[in-house]
């Protein structure tokens, strides 16, 4: 029998899986009370917007099983390869990413450390779902013998490695629904495009031999190659270094994308993007609020804007921005980092290396002009006559020739992570371009440059690849975890006022804080 899966099913499946998290952090977090006013009514918002709401398209957009397994067995292997679950080589983000894990399944919640007077404050959520799944089984397994902390490390995971490839599986539904793709060989072609897709940084690398690129061929790490203008990275970097950020933007940007005119639900996907993934928020914000505007002055002129205006004062969005996002906005803002105090990380737009000369002038105009060429413009000059009338292309465009310059004096993080909603946008489109009917005769050429630009942009993520693969052979040891630091406690260092340096992933002195002090649980 055939699966038959429509918009309407697809965004259900969608929300409650990139909801749950939240779901448990206001669940686990927060005193009793405020933890069942909030639980309850964000389970409210969330049904009034994807449950309740009848104007989800309910033609069938998917039944073939093959597909199916296709897309998931991809997901898979993807994630495995990205090292989530542990069982293959992990990149050296991994170290901080296990360390919080490790200590969301040993400590309680909210996860003090009351030696050093710090508490856990970081973008928590993608670990949340799995962790709460290995601390009700280690309840239930409290009264056998005591199974050793690595049994539930292990555990926990093989959760985390079946979760992240069902949020990629959910991902690659929505690219086929946004392409309007059913053919097996279009399908794959356009999950295949979105898993390669980069600019084309093996090409910028040829401009980094005129000082030095033997730091990038011995970290086979290839976006590295223009530091002092930014990073674009590409889909598989960012699942192998960052996949607590870049999978739940990738699902929320593309579940923006096949529901742009739903006004009513932005709250939803921009409260959930906060929680999940806050830089990448940054980037999805900008198309949310520009959309917003674009759609409230084609109302205005269509004398619609009363209609308009009412469905923006939703009751999902008067709940997620009025009762919710306070929530996570106190909890995130207490951060060392956002608190202004210290933090971690390369300044971007330094325009120097670390051993190398200083760029001034029309130099570092040049190079800006060709980062900007090779991680974006020339592919989006090879569609143009297909999106010269849409909005989005002018938008992602601007974005992703402004983002250099407007993060220039930010940490480097802020161009690489605020870019993932967009790139992904711009992966879509190019899909879009490469499976749909469009004349390919007339365009034979352009098809065939583009093409080729893809081919040199997917070198970036098979080095990716390559980076496990080569210490797979080198080191004869199938898999090892990036857990030097087994608890985040134990890779904090401190200046010598006694202040957190790296403290990316904490909140000093937690009882000031406002979240701590007055909504979270003791």
């Known amino acids: 029998m055939d699966l038959k899966i429509n918009l309407k099913t697809l965004n259900q499946v969608s929300i409650v899986y990139i909801a749950l998290p939240l779901l448990v952090f206001l669940l686990t977090w927060l005193k009793t009370y405020i933890a069942v006013i909030s639980f309850v009514l964000f389970l409210y918002a969330i049904y009034c917007g994807y449950f309740k709401n009848k104007t989800f398209n309910l033609r069938s957009l998917l039944n073939s099983k093959n597909v199916l397994i296709t897309l998931l067995i991809i997901s898979f292997v993807w994630c495995y390869f990205a090292g989530i679950g542990g069982l293959w080589y992990q990149s050296n983000d991994h170290h901080w990413r296990n360390a919080i894990f490790r200590d969301l399944l040993s400590y309680s919640w909210p996860v003090y450390y009351r030696s050093i007077d710090v508490a856990l404050v970081y973008y928590i959520g993608i670990w949340l779902p799995s962790a709460i799944v290995v601390k009700i089984l280690s309840f239930f397994l409290s009264s056998f013998p005591k199974f050793p902390q690595h049994f539930y490390f292990f555990i926990g995971n093989e959760l985390m490695l079946v979760y992240s490839a069902l949020g990629i599986f959910l991902t690659f539904m929505h690219i086929l629904v946004a392409a309007k793709v059913r053919k097996y060989s279009k399908v794959l072609l356009a999950v295949l495009v979105f898993v390669f897709f980069s600019g084309m940084d093996i090409v910028g690398t040829m401009y980094a031999f005129f000082y030095d690129a033997t730091f990038i061929f011995n970290d086979l790490h290839l976006e590295w190659w223009s530091p002092f203008i930014g990073q674009y990275s590409s889909n598989t970097t960012v699942l192998f270094w960052v996949y607590n950020q870049g999978l739940p933007a990738w699902l929320l940007t593309l579940m923006f994308y096949n529901n742009r005119k739903n006004i009513e639900n932005y709250g939803i996907i921009a409260l959930l993007c906060f929680f999940c993934a806050p830089l990448p928020f940054m980037g999805l914000s900008v198309l949310l609020i520009m959309f917003f505007m674009k759609n409230l002055f084609t109302e205005y002129r269509r004398k619609k804007i009363l209609d308009y205006i009412k469905r923006t004062f939703s009751v999902q969005n008067i709940i997620t921005i009025i009762f919710i996002t306070p929530i996570i906005f106190l909890y995130l803002t207490s951060n060392v980092v956002a608190s202004g105090t210290n933090g971690a990380g390369i300044t971007s737009g330094g325009a120097h290396l670390s051993n190398g000369p200083v ?18 413009l020339i592919y989006l000059m090879l569609i143009y006559k297909q999106y010269k009338k849409t909005f989005l292309y002018y938008l992602i465009f601007v974005i992703l020739t402004l983002c250099p310059i407007l993060t220039r004096n930010m940490k480097v993080d802020y161009c690489m992570r605020t870019t993932i909603p967009i790139i992904s946008i ?7 371009f490469l499976v749909r009917s469009y004349n390919f005769k007339r365009n034979k050429i352009k098809y065939l440059v583009l093409c080729f630009c893809l081919a040199l942009g997917s070198i970036t993520p098979a080095f990716e690849f390559a980076r496990g693969l080569d210490f797979v052979i080198t080191k004869h040891r199938l898999f090892e975890s990036a857990d030097y630091f087994k608890g985040l406690d134990n890779c904090l260092e401190y200046n010598s006022y006694g202040h957190i340096v790296n403290g990316n992933f904490v909140a000093e002195f937690p009882k000031e804080k406002i979240f701590f002090k007055y909504l979270a649980r003791k």
Request: with cysteine; net charge neutral.
């Open 426 to 432: 711009l992966a879509l489109m190019i899909i879009c």
């Open 359 to 376: 760029f001034k002038g029309w130099v570092l105009f040049a190079m800006f002009v060709y980062f900007v060429l090779l991680e974006a």
